[in-house]
Structure formats: C-alpha cells, structure tokens
C-alpha cells in the first residue's frame, strides 16, 4: 500500500502551501486530479524525491520512502517532457533502467502501435505521440513496483489513447504494478477502472 | 556528489598561477611609486588605450550588425557556408598573418600606396584602427547573421500577419534578438582589443599611440623598470576586469555556432535591393579576403626558392607541439570542471574558469616572470611549460564556455530522468560523454587555434633560438623581410585553414544532429 501521510510541500514562503493525504491499495489505479497548477506533477516529484516535502510521510509497504534518496526508491516515473534522450537513439532509450530483452520491449511497443523502424531513429524524428508511447513503455516495463505517469496519454489520439490505456491495464495487472496517474480526461478514470483522487 | 567536490580540485593549478601573478605583481612593492599614475605619460597610454577600445569595438559591432542586416534582408544566401567560414576565419587568425597582410596593403612598399593620400601613416591609431576592424568586424558580422537567421519562421510570418512596418520590426523582433548579443560582442570586442598586443606593438609605431600592454613589456624587456610594469599590469588588471564585469552584465555571447541554418525567405525582395546587397556582398569577400590575397601578391617565385625551409620546420613543430598540449590541457580541466557549473556556486566556478579573459595574458606572464625572478627560479631552462600553463590559463575561457551551456542543458534536461532510471556512474558518463563530444570537440580545436597565434606569453618567456611561427613572423616583419614574412604567414595560414574548415564541419555535425532532424519524420 502507498500512503501519503499530511504531505506538506511549499515552493517558497509566499506560495500555498500544498497539502496531500490519501492512501492506495497495492496492485490498484489512481488517478490524481485537480485544476491546472493545483499541485498535482508536485506529488509525483515528491514521491519520486526529487522534491523534499517540508512535512509529512510517504510510505510503501512499511517501508518510509521520504528518508530515500531518489536512487533508492522503488518508483518509476514518466515525466510530463524530456523522458529520452535526445543524442541516443530509441533503442538506446528503451534499454536503460532494467534488463529485460530488447525483443520483450519491442513487442509492447508494437502492441501499442510503435515500428521496429523507430528503433534506429532519434527521439526528434519521431512526434510527440510516438515518443510518449516509447517512454510510457519503458517506464512501465522498469522492475519498480509503484508506477507514476504524468499525463501519459496526452499527445496521444483518441484510437491510440483507448490501446494505450488498455495495455497500460492489463500490464499492470498482469505485473502487480500500483499505478499514480495525473490526467483531466474522464474516460481514463472509466476505462481503467481507477480510484479517483481530487486535489483541491 | 564525490566527483564534484573532487572537481573543485581541478581549479587548484589555475588558483596557484594567479597566485604567483599576483604574487609577483606586489613582490617588487618598494620599487613601486605609485606617483607614476600622475605621470602624462602613463595617463597618454592609459587614455589611448581606452580610446582605441572603444572605437575598435563600436566601429566593428555597428558596421558588423549593419552589414549582417544588408545581407539578410537583400537574401544573400550564395556561398554563405564558405563565407561565414572566412569571417571565422578572420576572428581566429593568429594576428601576425594579418598584420603582415596590412603592411602589404597599407605599408610605405604596400600595393595600395600610390591611392592613399600623400600624409597617410599607417602607424598609429589608424593603423591599429584596421587591423583590429579586420580581426574582429567580420565575426560580428557572422554573429548577427547567424542571430538573424536563427529567429523564428513563424515570428516572422506573424510580423507580416500583424502588418509590422520596418521600424516595428527592428524594435519588435531584431533588436530583442540582437541586443544580447550586441553588448556582448561589445564587451568582447573591447576587452580583446584593450588586451590586444601584437597588432600594436607592430603598428602602434612608438610611445604616442602605445598601449598599456605594450607599455608592460616595453618596460619589462627594454627598460628593465619592473616597478613600472607592475603598476601598468595592475592598472590594465583593473579596467579589464571591469569591463568584463560590464559586459557579463549586459550581454550574452553564444560565439560558436553553425551558420549553416538558412531561414527561408520572408519578405519579397525589389529587384533593385537584391542587386545592390549582392554586390556589397561581392565587396565584404574582397575587403576581407584583401589582406591575405596582399600577402599571397608579395610572395615571388625567387622568394619562395630562396626562402629558408628548412629552418621553417623546428618552428613549425615547436609551435603546433606547444599549442596541442595547452588545448590538451585545457580539455582535461574543463572535462573536471564540468560538475561545478551546476553546482551551487557556480557563478563562481564560472567565473574562476573565465579569469584568463579577464586578467591579460601580459598581466600574468609579467606577474609569473616577476615571481619567478623574486624567487630566482630558473625558469628560463623550462620555458616552454610557462608559455603552455599560462596560455592554458589564458584559453580556457573559449573551451568552457563552448561546453559549459550545452552541459547546463543537458543536467536541467536530463539530470532528473539519469536519476530516476537509476544508472551507473559509468552509463551516467558515457552517455552524457555522447552529448557533449561535439563541443568538446569544436572547443578543443577553438583552443588549439588560440594557442597556436600567442604572442603575448611567448614575448616574456619565449627564447630568441627557438621562436615560434607567430614570432618568426614579427621577426621577419620587424626587419623588413616582408617576402619572408609572408610565405611564413602563408603557412600558418593554411594550418589555421585547414582547422577551420575542420571546425566548421564539426558545427555542422552538431546542428544536424540536434536541430535538422527534428522536422524529419520517420
């Protein structure tokens, strides 16, 4: 279980201060949502540590995540921009953060409607699309239990978006994984029969 | 976190040779009367140096812009590659070639004599005035034009939209783009030209128009007043470190990159205005090209048999073998470097690595000098390392600020996702190795080209039987052994050359890589 124990985060002195408290079961979907700059991407970071919350506690399983450094913690995350990198070619950025075989990883991203051709290309020649269905895949198919995508789905069109989401399901099910999603479309709540969060 | 308090250590060579600078430079205190600075000589050198400054580097930003904008809005697109080449070309040229190439032109036998007016004298303030016109107004010109053309499509097409007249355009849309860089290159400029040592001390022609610099080692080497050149040295220490304070301030210089984005046509152009830029355009190659076609004309066939080869070659190792090493050097600083610029202090991490733009290579060399003399070091049975480790010094600044921001982007980019993929130490390196190899590159071959056209260090440490190409060429100018002097400039010319085009290649490869692929799709 992932539990957000008052969470307290503050930009600086003048900003609001952001407050979360929530927990999720292991093995579920939640999706976080909330009006724009309400301090949504803010959680993620906290979780994934890149943020030091001023007060309150993380913990997964019975383990105490905000004493974790970011190496150490057992999340993988998609970023809302820079997922790959730029001077590595796709198949360079879909090997790095696990071990599994280049052929298991091309197999999903085929599933969501990726091309071996992408393989030998760089990120700037693929559309935002394409290259947010590369770093979805990869950062799904990490070994890291607890999952957290900022607005996975996004560039995606609606075809795309109802596969993605549907691999994303069953993947994570599948693995176990426990899945922390930022969206503001209604339908991912429906269509992957998540927990909805509000942040208010 | 460990490699970055290690990096710190990397700073500790550049931190002992200013120490013995500086150290050096208050050695000899007691010699020092600091009533010299009341002395209308120091205050006629202290002025003229400030005066030619500041025209040199106003003369060549205006004309630079101006003419980078004639180019832009008359479409001059033919040859701009090769051309923006040789306005590289012209800024990185030792400038010895150059001076010799303006004696041809301007000099009592020069080939443009019999047009220039009967009380014409090359030395002085307008000798000094063209050749740092020469050396420096072509790499504004390819600064603006490489600025011009890395603006927007869509701004401009907005600009047509929105029905901007030319004024709205130049304060809408140019001069945001340009200001940056126009006080930057201003700074640049002046601080290379206050620093400027060569060019005046070959045609300043005697106390009336020298400059501090020249003063130094005039007081160093033929007057042996070590007091004065100390308080000269601090004097020039001051104003440029000012400056440099000033232009950081108000300017932004991103100095090296690919001229080969071409942006594509916006305005339509008359008939009349094409023709007209085209040919201005046909005049800018020849005005910069003219002084090495002078040097290529005094070259004649019996000179060029009669001409010492042999003796060309200890020269020609000497200098290429000192100036690979200080680009060595300064790359391996640099690569430990790298994790302090974004680190919390990194203001002055930059700062320190930049020091050798702000302190004069005279500064330093006389500073190093005056120490090791204080502490009778024999420096004079290595002086090849001084010269390497003081222009080392002296060239970093080019090479860190070509990795620096590439660097930067790459750890805001990238720094979180490195992190949460979990990667190796080692992963970590090579992958950000790949990112920046490029720049090392282009930064590495930008050092080699400086070091390879000191003159400033060699003229304190360097010994009279071993010169090197730079120096060999002052020799032969200062004895009016022009022929000689130009067939040696030639040489140095074709490495410079030949190095160029290298670099120019590299800057291709890097703006293919990050910028041309990202309209390509698969």
Not at chain 2, 289 to 297: F, N, S
Not at chain 2, 404 to 415: F, G, K, L
Not at chain 2, 432 to 447: D, E
Request: glycine content about 6%.
């Amino acid at each position: 279980m992932l539990r957000i124990n008052q969470l307290k985060f503050q930009y600086k002195k003048s900003a609001n201060l952001l407050s979360y408290h929530f927990s999720i079961n292991t093995g579920s979907i939640a999706i976080l949502q909330g009006i724009s700059g309400i301090g949504k991407t803010t959680l993620l970071h906290l979780i994934a540590g890149f943020l030091p919350a001023s007060q309150g506690e993380i913990y997964w399983h019975q383990q105490a995540l905000h004493r974790l450094p970011v190496e150490k913690r057992p999340v993988s995350l998609l970023f809302q921009q820079n997922n790959l990198f730029e001077h590595l070619t796709i198949a360079e950025n879909l090997q790095l953060g696990h071990k599994l075989p280049p052929t298991q990883i091309l197999a999903s991203l085929i599933h969501l409607g990726g091309d071996a051709r992408w393989l030998t290309a760089y990120p700037r020649q693929l559309s935002g699309g394409q290259q947010q269905r590369v770093a979805l895949v990869r950062t799904l198919m990490r070994p890291e239990p607890l999952v957290l995508l900022d607005e996975p789905f996004s560039e995606l069109d609606p075809q795309t978006r109802t596969n993605a989401r549907q691999w994303v399901a069953t993947y994570a099910h599948t693995h176990k994984k426990t899945l922390l999603l930022v969206s503001h479309d209604p339908q991912d709540i429906e269509q992957l029969d998540a927990q909805p969060i509000y942040i208010t | 976190m460990l490699a970055r308090y290690f990096s710190w250590f990397a700073y500790l060579p550049i931190g002992i040779i200013l120490l013995m600078a500086f150290l050096g430079l208050s050695h000899f205190n007691h010699d020092i009367s600091w009533h010299l600075l009341q002395d209308t000589y120091i205050i006629n050198i202290l002025s003229f140096s400030i005066q030619q400054a500041i025209l040199s580097s106003l003369a060549s930003v205006v004309l630079g812009y101006l003419s980078a904008r004639i180019l832009f809005y008359g479409q001059c697109k033919k040859f701009r590659k090769i051309f923006l080449s040789l306005c590289l070309l012209s800024f990185i040229l030792p400038s010895f070639i150059l001076i010799s190439g303006i004696l041809s032109l301007f000099g009592a036998q020069g080939i443009l004599q019999p047009w220039l007016p009967a009380d014409w004298q090359l030395y002085g303030l307008s000798g000094i005035l063209i050749a740092h016109l020469w050396l420096n107004f072509p790499f504004a010109l390819r600064i603006f034009s490489i600025n011009f053309q890395a603006i927007d499509h869509t701004s401009w097409q907005l600009a047509r939209q929105l029905k901007f007249s030319r004024w709205q355009l130049f304060c809408l849309l140019e001069w945001p783009r340009m200001r940056a860089s126009f006080f930057g290159l201003l700074g640049l400029i002046f601080l290379l030209c206050f620093n400027s040592f060569a060019v005046v001390l070959t045609l300043g022609g005697g106390p009336k128009s020298s400059t501090l610099e020249v003063a130094i080692f005039q007081a160093l080497k033929y007057d042996f007043n070590l007091g004065e050149a100390l308080i000269l040295s601090w004097l020039q220490f001051g104003i440029a470190s000012l400056a440099f304070l000033i232009s950081l301030k108000l300017g932004k210089l991103v100095w090296l990159s690919s001229g080969e984005h071409q942006a594509p046509s916006i305005f339509p152009v008359s008939r009349f205005t094409f023709f007209s830029s085209h040919i201005f355009y046909i005049g800018l190659c020849l005005i910069i090209l003219l002084p090495l076609i002078a040097l290529l004309m005094q070259i004649e066939l019996s000179d060029l048999v009669n001409y010492a080869w042999l003796s060309l070659l200890e020269p020609l190792v000497y200098t290429i073998t000192l100036a690979g090493i200080t680009a060595l050097l300064a790359f391996l600083m640099t690569s430990l470097f790298l994790p302090t610029f974004t680190s919390t202090w990194q203001n002055t991490s930059y700062f320190l690595a930049c020091i050798g733009l702000l302190t004069p290579a005279m500064v330093i060399a006389v500073g190093v000098y005056a120490y090791l003399l204080g502490k009778q070091v024999s420096w004079f049975t290595t002086p090849s390392l001084w010269i390497i480790l003081i222009n080392t010094l002296l060239t970093l600044p080019y090479l860190v600020n070509q990795v620096r921001s590439p660097y930067i982007v790459y750890h805001q980019h990238y720094n979180h996702l490195q992190r949460q993929l979990k990667l190796s130490f080692f992963k970590k390196f090579t992958i950000a190795t790949q990112w920046l190899s490029p720049y090392w590159f282009i930064g590495t071959l930008v050092t080699f080209l400086f070091a390879l056209g000191d003159v400033s260090v060699f003229a304190i440490f360097g010994q009279s039987d071993s010169p090197t190409l730079p120096w060999l060429i002052y020799r032969y100018a200062s004895t009016y052994k022009l022929a000689d002097a130009a067939i040696t400039s030639w040489v140095l010319l074709f490495i410079c050359i030949l190095f160029v085009f290298l670099l120019e290649h590299y800057l291709q490869a890097k703006y293919e890589v990050s910028i041309y692929a990202k309209n390509q799709s698969t």
